[in-house]
T-cell receptor, first 110, second 118 residues
Framework: DAKTTQPPSMDCAEGRAANLPCNHSTISGNEYVYWYRQIHSQGPQYIIH???NNETNEMASLIITEDRKSSTLILPHATLRDTAVYYCIVARGSARQLTFGSGTQLTVLP | DTEVTQTPKHLVMGMTNKKSLKCEQH?????MYWYKQKAKKPPELMFVYSYEKLSINESVPSRFSPECPNSSLLNLHLHALQPEDSALYLC???FGSGTSGVPEDTQYFGPGTRLTVL
């Protein structure tokens, strides 16, 4: 299984960019990296995913290193509502099972 | 629309009760999932249904019985649960195209059912 490693917690000032790192050094060549977040007691919310190119959508940007062993999720202008646990996941198997790690608790400070 | 609905939102049951959790999606997704999430822990996969057939059972005790009556509906039948089964039960669905990474291959989660077993 391609496991991921994330820092347990991070703080970010409101209005600043939040950069959340993830290590996935055992990722296979055809496995995608997905990012989800979970606000307290709600279902996980999909943010973005990528294979090897950098990706951007209306929520965030995803930067994947050339060797694909790590990635960074960027929230360009963090707001208080972005406070959540952020999970970096490598989807595996034919059913694209998501094996959640411990995630990063991001706290956006006013 | 990427909505997965789950009912009920909250459920309290005794150890001798039989209850069911319901999950519904109308996105045409053909893969559906049950996850269990204990407090302050990440979600853990329980079951996967693909095209209405059970494809993965992550060694879940038989007191949890999944059912997929049609492509839009997923149930989780509960019987003789233990207090340690108290958790947030999450349902998710995915298009199931078999092609990793295409937008429709993303799993979308419902809000969950908060289960308390007394």
């Amino acid at each position: 299984d391609a496991k991921t490693t994330q820092p347990p917690s991070m703080d970010c000032a409101e209005g600043r960019a939040a950069n959340l790192p993830c290590n996935h050094s055992t990722i296979s060549g055809n496995e995608y990296v997905y990012w989800y977040r979970q606000i307290h007691s709600q279902g996980p919310q999909y943010i973005i995913h990528g294979l090897k190119n950098n990706e951007t959508n209306e929520m965030a940007s995803l930067i994947i290193t050339e060797d694909r062993k790590s990635s960074t999720l960027i929230l360009p202008h963090a707001t208080l509502r972005d406070t959540a646990v952020y999970y970096c996941i490598v989807a595996r198997g034919s059913a694209r099972q998501l094996t959640f790690g411990s995630g990063t608790q991001l706290t956006v400070l006013p | 629309d990427t909505e997965v609905t789950q009912t009920p939102k909250h459920l309290v049951m005794g150890m001798t009760n039989k209850k069911s959790l319901k999950c519904e999606q109308h996105m045409g997704h053909r893969a559906m999932y049950w996850y269990k999430q204990k407090a302050k822990k990440p979600p853990e996969l329980m079951f996967v249904y693909s095209y209405e057939k059970l494809s993965i059972n992550e060694s879940v005790p038989s007191r949890f019985s999944p059912e997929c009556p049609n492509s839009s509906l997923l149930n989780l039948h509960l019987h003789a649960l233990q207090p340690e089964d108290s958790a947030l039960y999450l349902c998710a669905s995915r298009f199931g195209s078999g092609t990793s990474g295409v937008p429709e291959d993303t799993q979308y989660f419902g809000p969950g059912t908060r289960l308390t077993v007394l």
